[in-house]
């Protein structure tokens, strides 16, 4: 059987239609989840000369994993193809799915349908011919008694069935491939409704642009479902839920579609998600995710010497806190007002409304590959140092925040032996703790603090936290020559750089050199060698982004994977 | 009594000659399964050159050393490493080594001290756990004994390090007197209370084992007996000089080397024990005495045990000179039952019949397949029965004399050829070796 898929696999790859809507329009109704490839020799030409997947090939562990017979066999099969019909796979690819692919499917039970329109009705005979020999062959050697090829008449056009799992029928230049037999059957003896079709087309102009391939998803039907009401009863008053990710769970249960392209090109790659939900109808409990208009949804992304990750979102605490009995189940209420009586005692003249209030909504993240010992007991696995970087909304949130901070250190001194010291680092004055060496804590017996050492600073409008002193040099050159622009419209920005995670291999490469000797028997010396070359992979992937954001007239949630110029 | 007149010595003769399947019994109980090229040389040198070979220091291959070192420092295996990459640190040194006895013994004493990451939730003392196994593997008992009490994993795993004066805690002394030394009837409760006394006052600081004098008792005890103010490596003392110890050990060695089915004759465990005591609890000898004896190659021991996981696992990498990577098939054994550094309870593995079961079987199989197939992508083509046989013209012959040296039913034999006639290429040699790894035959050690 797993050959059987391999072909049907083979199948996806060695072809693809011209209208965009046209293999489309022969879906069934039924499918919850539509793919549909308008272009797919562009597609797999794309993805074939992508920089990063072709230098990623160069990896022995990725030439080793070519060498498994299945990965093998699907080579062979193409060429099997190529030789058959005697073509190469660019031509056979347009000749019998030039007008592009669409596959159906129903998520609930699994059937699916892959309708593929070629541009040769003769070479799409002789290719489904191929196909059905092959997987008589195949058939042949799975099982002691072999299934037969079943035909079926549907009006003009005859369907051909092997076992429970392969399902085929050609008309003209269209082809059509099945893993269930009823499936196969609506899709040759029913015409989708014309409003369905549409549909999911709408999906299709949300998106834009010219994706090698997009999705669309029927939300509708899926939050129609016992579990998606369930979920939807769950999250609306989970405090959690609603500030992690409450505008995204907002903006996808507003909607009846969820529409996804990807789009691969020599600089890059790119996944956008949206849903058809607009800013202004979101939950106004939840207005802390969305920043007033005219205001940037963040600020840009820090980017210091040694960046490994940054992150850069909005989050109004001071919304959060005048929506909260909205926002919270009761018992989360509870513990929230515990919470904020016992802060109150170290807010004399102040309380946590105002601190809400002065903090502003700009919070930005970076981790850096700073991984030096800080203690003579440091924990053999590092991790990298991060910064935290607030934004005040009024001067004094600075006085206030401090002030918790400090008490907070103070509380845990007598247990930790924390000592505090003021250092001056480029020029600001930065408070820094050490925790004892000599102290036995029983709630840290791993020496987890070792990896600590807590620091803050006021840098301009900004508190600064980190979780050692040399983080806070890089970050706060990068503050001092950050371009004051006006932001970036998305609300959550993270990304991940290559060259950070590849400077990280190289002061750490212990994990990874361990990790390969017990993965694939390498010698310390080949583990060695093959681990600077997936760090220099790494230099050469760029960074990749994440972004949410919550538009006009859609939400929108998007990967982007920008390569290096010198990879491109 | 003479150590000659119950485990006398085995001497070749043409009576009872040496042969191709003793010495496959001997490299398999002495390791994990024999290459083809180990197997020869025992079949040429005979008994006495091959043990002598066994039991000599020979130090592990500089890569294989140097790769072992390296896997074990402190980032690569940091305290919080998982129990899969630990078990994979060892399997590695299993598979890569040149020390299969010693790796086999370290793995009876991990058995017998069984202590668990679980617990311990520690791997760099896991690995000190394992280093002290190592260590005195083939050497002197009671240092591993006195080593074991004072070891921080068995510390952790048997609550040493609550054990305070006034509120000792027992478990260390229960299980040193009935699983480490002695065995249950040789002790009675109050030694237990009593011996307890002794291990108190140690703690763990900052992942450090720290002896409180004041949390300590150092008032008289009396343990079988004796009086005095004794401390851990004193009931230690007072346990291995008991007679009963070295015939516990003795028992546990013969159902770990000999078999699974079979007890030793109470004249053979006392002469053994009689050994094991003069010789100062010297493991070296009194395993030289057991395994060269004609008993040990007599019919009532060859193939009376079921391989452990492990054993069937390395047994076919090695015999196919595999190249396959440590964690993955530490993986794949979790799932046959034999978790390294994570033995089930403070008793070890059940073993033996308990290895097999209808599930467990299925397993077995399946993982012969992985392993072989040249499918599976954690394995891939590095265990590929093809490439070891370079083009052989009888894979069934080269097959069968490396996994079960041509001691099988003449009927499976026929089976075997007959599908090797029909499949006689690629795939078909690697079904064959399936089908012989998935023989009952292969199940037992």
Redesign the interface.
């Known amino acids: 059987m797993l050959r059987i898929r391999l072909i049907m696999f083979a199948l996806l790859i060695a072809t693809t239609p011209s209208p965009a809507s046209d293999p489309l329009s022969a879906i069934p109704d039924e499918a919850d989840l539509v793919i549909v490839l308008e272009k797919p020799t562009r597609f797999v030409e794309a993805g074939r000369s992508f920089p990063a997947i072709v230098s990623a090939l160069e990896l022995p562990a990725v030439k080793?994993?070519f060498?498994?017979?299945?990965v093998k066999q699907f080579f062979d099969l193409i060429a099997l193809y190529e030789s058959e019909l005697q073509t190469d796979w660019k031509t056979l690819l347009n000749d019998v799915a030039g007008n592009g692919i669409a596959i159906g499917s129903k998520t609930d039970g699994g059937a699916a349908v892959i309708v593929i329109d070629g541009t040769k009705p003769k070479v799409s005979e002789a290719f489904l011919n191929s196909v059905l020999k092959l997987v008589a062959r195949e058939a042949a050697k799975d099982a002691d008694k072999p299934e037969e090829l079943r035909r079926v008449k549907h009006g003009d056009i005859d369907s051909v069935h092997f076992g429970k799992e392969f399902h085929a029928a050609r008309n003209g230049a269209r082809l059509y491939f099945a893993n269930n037999e009823e499936a196969l059957h609506k899709t040759l003896l029913n015409t989708p409704k014309k409003t369905r079709t549409d549909a999911r087309l709408e999906a299709r102009k949300l998106l834009s642009g010219s994706p090698d391939a997009w999705l669309w998803f029927d939300l509708a039907a899926a939050k129609d479902t016992q579990a998606g009401r369930d979920f939807y009863s769950a999250t609306k008053r989970d405090a959690i839920q609603n500030l992690v990710v409450g505008g995204t769970i907002d903006a996808l249960g507003r909607a009846d579609f969820l529409a996804a392209g990807l789009t691969i090109a020599p600089k890059g790659l790119d996944v956008t998600i949206r849903v058809p939900s607009k800013r202004s109808e979101l939950r106004p409990e939840l207005a802390m995710h969305v920043p007033p208009a005219g205001t940037p949804g963040s600020l840009p992304l820090l980017e210091p010497a040694g960046v490994l990750a940054s992150m850069s979102l909005y989050l109004d605490a001071k919304t959060f806190y005048i929506e909260r009995d909205k926002l919270m189940n009761d018992n989360q209420k509870a513990d929230f007002d515990q919470g904020v009586k016992d802060i109150s005692k170290f807010l004399p003249g102040s309380s946590i409304r105002k601190l809400f209030e002065q903090m502003g909504p700009y919070h930005r993240l970076v981790m850096l590959d700073r991984v030096a010992p800080l203690y003579k007991?440091s924990?053999?696995?590092p991790i990298p140092g991060f910064a935290y970087i607030g934004t005040m909304r009024d001067p004094a949130y600075a006085k206030t925040a401090t002030g918790i901070l400090r008490a907070a250190a103070l509380i845990g001194t007598p247990s930790s032996g924390l000592t505090m010291t003021e250092q001056t680092i480029e020029s600001v004055n930065v408070v820094v703790y050490r925790f004892s060496e000599a102290k036995?804590l029983q709630d840290d017996?791993?020496?987890l603090r070792f990896q600590f050492s807590p620091c803050f600073a006021i840098v301009g409008d900004n508190l600064v936290v980190g979780s050692r002193p040399d983080v806070l040099a890089p970050v706060i050159i990068a503050l001092r020559t950050e371009k004051k622009s006006e932001g970036d419209p998305a609300v959550w920005r993270a990304k991940a750089y290559g060259n950070g995670v590849a400077g990280l291999i190289g002061k750490?490469p212990?994990?990874l050199?361990?990790?390969l000797?017990?993965?694939?028997?390498l010698?310390?010396?080949a583990?060695e060698a093959e681990t600077k070359q997936i760090a220099a992979w790494f230099e050469t992937l760029g960074a990749v982004e994440f972004r949410l954001d919550h538009r006009e007239r859609d939400y929108e949630m998007k990967l982007q994977w920008t390569l290096p110029e010198a990879a491109k | 009594m003479n150590i000659d007149q119950h485990w006398k010595r085995y001497e070749p003769s043409s009576a009872n000659p040496w042969t191709l399947a003793k010495a496959g019994h001997l490299l398999r109980r002495t390791g994990f399964g024999p290459t083809t090229s180990e197997l020869q040389q025992a079949l040429n040198d005979g008994p006495q050159p091959t043990l002598d070979r066994l039991f000599s220091e020979a130090k592990h291959s500089t890569?294989a050393a140097?790769?072992s070192e390296?896997?074990a420092?402190?980032?690569?295996?940091?305290?919080?490493a998982g129990g899969t990459?630990l078990a994979?640190?060892w399997l590695?040194r299993i598979?890569?080594g040149s020390k299969p006895l010693h790796e086999k013994i370290c793995l009876f004493w991990h058995d017998h001290f069984a202590t668990s990451i679980v617990k311990v939730q520690q791997a760099r003392f896991m690995l000190g756990h394992y280093r002290l196994l190592s260590e005195l593997a083939l050497g002197d008992f009671r240092k591993l004994v006195n080593g074991m009490s004072f070891d921080p994993a068995m510390m952790i795993w048997l609550d040493t390090v609550e054990s305070r004066k006034g509120k000792p805690n027992e478990n260390y002394a229960r299980e040193l007197m009935e699983l480490f030394t002695l065995g249950i009837g040789n002790y009675t409760e109050a030694d237990i209370r009593e011996a307890a006394r002794a291990f108190t006052g140690y703690e763990?600081?900052?992942?450090r084992i720290v002896f409180s004098p004041r949390k300590h008792d150092d008032g008289d005890k009396t343990v079988f007996g004796s009086t005095g103010n004794w401390n851990g490596d004193d009931i230690v003392r007072l346990c291995l000089a008991k007679p009963a110890c070295a015939e516990f050990i003795v028992r546990k060695l013969y159902r770990f080397f000999f078999s699974d089915l079979a007890a030793p004759t109470d004249d053979r465990v006392r002469t053994a024990a009689a050994l094991y005591r003069e010789a100062n609890y010297d493991a070296t000898t009194l395993l030289q005495a057991m395994l060269r004896s004609e008993h040990f190659f007599s019919p009532t021991v060859y193939r009376r045990k079921v391989k452990s996981p492990i054993e069937f696992a390395v047994g076919i990498v090695r015999g196919l000179e595999g190249?396959?990577?440590?964690?993955?098939l530490a993986q794949r054994l979790e799932n046959l039952g034999q978790q390294l550094f994570a033995p089930p309870s403070v008793k070890g593995w059940d073993g033996g019949r308990s290895w097999l079961n209808a599930q467990t079987l299925l397993l077995r199989g399946n993982l012969a397949s992985a392993l072989t197939?040249?499918?599976d992508?954690?394995f891939?083509?590095?265990c590929d029965p093809v490439k070891f046989l370079k083009g052989d013209v009888s894979p069934v012959d080269s097959l069968t004399k490396l996994f079960l040296q041509d001691d099988l039913p003449e009927s499976a034999k026929d089976k075997l050829a007959a599908y090797a006639d029909a499949h006689p290429k690629g795939?078909g040699i690697r079904s064959l070796t399936h089908l012989i790894c998935s023989l009952p035959e292969f199940q037992l050690a």
């Not at chain 1, 060498?67 to 299945?70: E, I, S, Y």
């Not at chain 2, 420092?73 to 919080?80: A, F, G, V």
């Not at chain 2, 763990?204 to 992942?207: A, G, S, V």
């Open positions: 080793e994993l060498r498994l017979p299945n007991a924990p053999e696995q036995q017996l791993e020496g750490i212990e994990p050199v361990t990790n000797m017990l993965t694939r028997n010698s310390l010396k583990a | 890569d140097q790769a390296y896997a420092r402190e980032r690569s295996l940091p305290r919080d990459q994979a640190w590695h598979l890569n763990l600081l900052n992942n190249n396959i990577g440590a964690l993955p197939s040249t499918r992508s954690a891939t083509d590095r795939d």
